[in-house]
């Protein structure tokens, strides 16, 4: 089969797209009017203005390197790279139809850039028509917005600017000699536009560079125009546009230093314009009122009588919205014979001059018109629109906010002397411009954050189902009429998209950051929340303002974890508490943030090929130079100087060098990879440059990696279902799907038994009247309790974090008349007349459990008896109906606290609170005698307890200190992979909670789940690192946990940042250890093994392979450190080499073990006593060599009832095996402790009813460990 031939590469471009000169025809300059104004006539008509030469790169063609651009004098005949009207071709008629019709026909050699319209350019550039002055006016500037029929945007900025009309040399064909005008050159002045086409928004930087070349275009001869325009242009087009991060670009434009930006990150917005010039012109409620608009995808028009501010304004807004993308039309330029375009019966954003207000406002309706000079807010229609307010706490916060902020530059620099530097007065300025914008993109997301942060609570990730009905039915009755419009728009469903497609961008990295104490919490919990003692206070005290404290599940012995020098950790410190003044000026002190600038080299004329080769290697050079001088630890800056030099060797056409250097973002930034752009030049490289790049093991890996993933990326999932009640007989499958689609809840197994519950009796199917009665009595209940209310007597005998899940109706006890209340810690009587607190019990104080009858005259009253344990009195309550439900609600609750505090776990807790609250619902389902019976299916727990009485064994019971759960949230249980702890440090640069201990937990498919180890709750839930099996976790730095997978690939996580930028790729096989040199001295080092035999030696700083070496055996499990020397296990022996590679000693467990066919599964050495520990596949032994001497035979210590071993770590003076083993008759998941001296089993624990999958220690004073995927739980045990 012939190869395939390779695709020429389509080189990135600068940032120019097009370059053109507009200005008026010829002929219309000889016109009657004209003459008229020869004598005396002061008004002139507008002219047509047309494009009159068009220049767009590569301006240096690489076959014969020479320039082509425009004419050139000191080239003869150059191939052409511009347009030129022709005074011999008839002018076309101007204007029928829309923009995107066809070009200009008469263009040589030259292809237009998509998105650029040439035949509908002019009227952008001249939006108010060519006026022949009879005097000089001011340059003036003005910006477009150009969008393609696909929807993608360019970015044009127009420089107008006035010429007299000579009577000798005018360059409308560039000759130096014409014909002489008619017209005397006497108080005649022809306006001309340069428009440049970017991709990118840089408003401000390209208006700069066409103010300096207005000032060589005053100062040149008519026919030298076209020449200084075409090496403006060819300047342009040799800058690269910087990639995102923290790296601007500058050139000398002469006499200005222009700065180019970048974006602060892949996924934000490229921002080149002062954010504030909206906030100058509109009061903070005018601005909600826009953004309301704009939220609700109006049909919407801009007014002013400056052409600037229509772009500028509108694209500030568009800035105030992201990460929401205004989804329609966006032409913020209308030129007066484009005003048919605001009859559009869609939504869209546009931009009128002021002078056709009264015009558009007649003849349209339903428009919302927006005066910028007046800062007015007016309706094309007499009844107006219905445009709804911003909620009103977001509004209040966010016009709070606005006004703690300096608008206005001056005030600043009124105690500072004067700036005598023209580019040192501009940098003082754009750096204050910086921090107000970044201010205002802050302020602005928090206003986002705050309108949407709780439509999360009402989605389902699995089947990406949003519950809209219920969303709107928490919202404040004030509020409802603006969501209910949000809910329907294109911009809130990408925002669904993205929300369902857990995205993490701006908004959500915002939500995270001001979440609180009590959210982060309630992400753990299994049964439904309400609202907790501490929200019904702060309720009560205002309903304005919400006071957020710290809550944490209590933990007992467990917070010396904590480092004791730190302070506690405040959630005000993540929450912005959003009814105080105060916090709006701790909003906007945002944190500094440090950019950098390249400059780029001077561009030498004439522009041939040798000169540009020459720029290009000054590009080259600078860049290299720049990059000797970085630290090893600033990756990021050096991230940007391997994009851009890439990029330059791309251009030199040295494709090898450009993938070598964008192969280096991997390990220092692999957000900013360019994948499409690398794989594009693979394609384009012929077969000899081929063979050459994969002679190279780092692009060898590289091209098979890109190449591959090119081909099978499959489509991303971004349905989103609005949630509907079903319509059909649901059975078991289909029920589960439903039941997690309303959010009611998410475990299989719950829902299994929530299934069995509701078919009782009948056939194995569920209708959807039965469905829906179900689904509105548990929406009923809950809504029931978001409106309890306790009043303050009794709140004092209830912790902050307890919440009343279920109220009795008013019934009669022995201790008074009042409503029965259960919270997850406890029952208590609300007594009626004078409210008051009466305790009953906690769970775990309850004794016994009866429902009985009491007699009163002839009735037999159904009454609920419950025992305490430190009571000789019985509690009493006469709940007649509702004393059976009762009776198993307090039973499943006791069983569940039971089995909480056996297993020292407390989620138990919450799943028999999921299960009350079903019970309870099916009851108000089903309302029929069999209705408890029915109920009962639900009674797991206590089930459990009357069946299975299994006692934790006192050893496990003493040792076990507390159980977490990483897949909280999550339908399925999923194996604890990995474990990690990294203690805490409190460095001052960062916030209190990231010097925190933590807990790093690898999970199925890449996810990594991250606990605050003081206090056991969730950091970070889930994200990514991959997508493969993690295998093994280590602390490289303080800052940088390195993770190995099954992908061959080690992943770098910033433990500050909680982000994965850097990837190392140098292991051709799966990572299968990591560990680090335990040195004081720098630069450390991490040696890491993959399973074909290959160990690489890592310096931590630089992230370079100081050495590798392969081991012949393959099989590479693991690896340990001792002596200076590195001990792998290899399966079938553990060979003992130098950090070098050399064989010292081996291990083999053929010779040692008599013959026994088996491999080593792991192994631990133990310095002090020098010996090895190793444990063998199939056998439950552990075995013992002799360091001195390891041909000797090995000593056992058997493990009783292990049917697997799976894990083994030092600690102390002791050895922790983790794996599976019988205990009562049942596999279960056992550890065994091992003394090391006296080489016996100290203690046998039964941690997990899955296997035991891997185990880690926290500073040798506990141990955790993490079960397989039926439990995928986490112990933790104290250390003796």
Known sequence: MAEAAPQPLALPSGLLELCAL?????????????????????????????????????????????????????????RRRSLRKKREKPKPEPWKGLPGGPREPDSEDISIPNGVDLLALPQLCFPGGVCVASEPKEDCVHFLVLTDVCGNRTYGVVAQYYRPLHDEHCFYNGKSHWEPCRLSAAGCFVPFAVCVVSRFPYYTALKDCLSCLLTHLKLCKDFEVDNHIKDFAAKLSLIPSPPPGPLHLVFNMKPLQIVF????????????????????????????????????????????SNWALLTLITECFMAYLHPLQWQHTFVPILSGQMLDFVMAPTSFLMGCHLDHFAEVSKEADGLILINIDNGSITYSSDDGIDVPD???????????????????????????????????????????????????????????????????????????????????????????????????????????????????DAFAQMDLSTQSEEDRINGMLLSPRRPTIEKMASRKASASHTTHRRMVVSMPNLQDIAPPELPPRNSSLRKVDTGDCRSSSTVLNVSPTTTYTFKLPEIHFPLVGQCVQAYYCDCVSLLSKAMSFLAPESSVLLARYFYLRGLVHLMQGQLLGALLD?????????????????????????????????????????ISEVMDKAGEAPKADDRVKNFELPKKHMQLDDFVKRVQESGIVKDIGTIHRLFEALTVGHQKQIDPETFRDFYTCWKETEAEAQEVVLPPSVMEHLDKNECVYKLSSSVKTNRGVGKIAMTQKRLFLLTEGRPGYVEISTFRNIEEVRSTTVAFLVLRIPTLKIK????????????????????????????????????????????????????????????????????????????????????????????????????????????VDVLLYTPGHLDPA?????????????????????????????????????????????????????????????????????????????????????????????????????????????????????????????????????????????????????????????????????????????FQLMPEQEQLWAACAGYDDIYIWSLKDLAASPERVPLQDCSEINCMIRVKKQIWVGGTGLSQGKSKGKIYVIDVERKTVEKELVAHTDTVKTLCSAEDRYVLSGSGREEGKIAIWKVE
């Open 22 to 78: 507009l200005g008026a025809p010829r002929d219309s300059l000889r016109g009657p009017e004209q003459v008229a104004q020869r004598k005396g006539v002061k008004s002139l008509s507008s002219l047509d203005p047309e494009v009159l030469s068009v220049f767009v790169p590569p301006f240096v063609s690489k076959e014969d390197g020479q320039t082509t651009g425009a004419s050139c004098v000191l080239l003869s005949k150059p």
């Open 261 to 304: 930006p970048s974006r602060a990150d892949p996924d934000s917005l490229l921002i080149d314009l002062d954010l504030h010039l909206p906030l100058l012109r509109f009061r903070p409620e005018r601005v909600l009122q826009i953004l309301s608009c704009l939220l609700t995808e109006q049909r919407i028009v801009f007014f002013s």
């Open 390 to 504: 911003i909620p009103l706490l977001a509004a209040q916060t966010f016009m709070q906010r606005v006004q703690s902020l300096q608008l206005h530059h001056e005030l600043d620099l009124a105690h500072l002397g004067s700036i005598t530097d023209l580019n040192e007065g501009r940098a003082c300025r754009r750096a204050w411009q910086q921090t107000l914008n970044r201010q205002i993109q802050q302020m602005t997301l928090q206003l986002l954050v705050s309108i949407f942060r709780e439509v999360k609570n009402h989605l389902n990730y699995e089947h990406r189902v949003f519950n809209s009905e219920e969303f709107l039915k928490t919202r404040a009755p004030g509020d409802q009429e603006f969501y209910k419009q949000v809910l329907e728009t294109y911009m809130f469903h990408s925002f669904l998209k993205a929300r369902l497609s857990r995205r993490l």
């Open 662 to 702: 964008f192969q280096s973002l991997y390990k220092t930034d692999v957000r900013i990879f360019p994948a499409d752009l690398v794989k594009r030049t693979v394609d384009s490289m012929s077969a000899p440059e081929r063979a050459q790049a994969e002679q190279t093991p780092e692009l060898r890996r590289l």
């Open 868 to 975: 305490m344990v430190s009571k000789k009195e019985v509690f009493e309550a006469n709940l007649k109906t509702e004393c059976d439900l009762w009776h198993l609600m307090v039973k499943e609750m006791w069983a569940g606290k039971k089995l909480a505090d056996d297993h020292k776990d407390p989620q138990y807790v919450q799943q028999a609170l999921t299960h009350v609250l079903l019970m309870d619902a099916v009851v108000g389902t089903l309302q029929s005698p069999g209705a408890i019976y029915a109920a009962s299916k639900l009674s797991y727990f206590d089930k459990m307890k009357n069946e299975m009485p299994m006692a934790v064994p006192k050893t496990t019971a003493e040792t076990l200190k507390h159980k977490i759960n990483p897949s909280a949230g999550e339908i399925f249980p999923q194996a």
């Open 990 to 1162: 960062e916030k209190v909670e990231d010097a925190h201990p933590k807990l790093w937990c690898a999970l199925n498919e890449g996810k990594v789940t991250v606990f605050d180890a003081s206090s056991w709750t969730i950091y970070q839930h889930c994200f990514k690192v991959g997508t493969s099996k993690l295998n093994c976790m280590v602390m490289a730095e303080q800052n940088q946990v390195w993770v190995g997978s099954e992908d061959s690939v080690i992943y770098i996580i910033n433990i500050h940042s909680m982000s994965c930028n850097k990837q190392l790729t140098d292991h051709r096989s799966s990572v299968t250890d990591l560990v680090v040199q335990d040195t004081a001295e720098a630069p450390r080092e991490v040696y890491s093994c993959s399973v074909d035999g290959t160990v690489l030696a890592w310096n931590v700083s630089t992230l370079r392979v100081t050495s590798r070496f392969q081991l012949p055996s393959g099989g590479l499990s693991s690896i340990r450190l001792h002596n200076g020397r590195l001990w792998c296990c290899t399966g079938n022996s553990i060979v003992v080499v130098s950090v070098n590679g050399f064989p010292r000693q081996e291990l083999k467990i053929d010779e040692n073990l008599g013959g026994i066919s088996t491999s080593f599964l792991g």
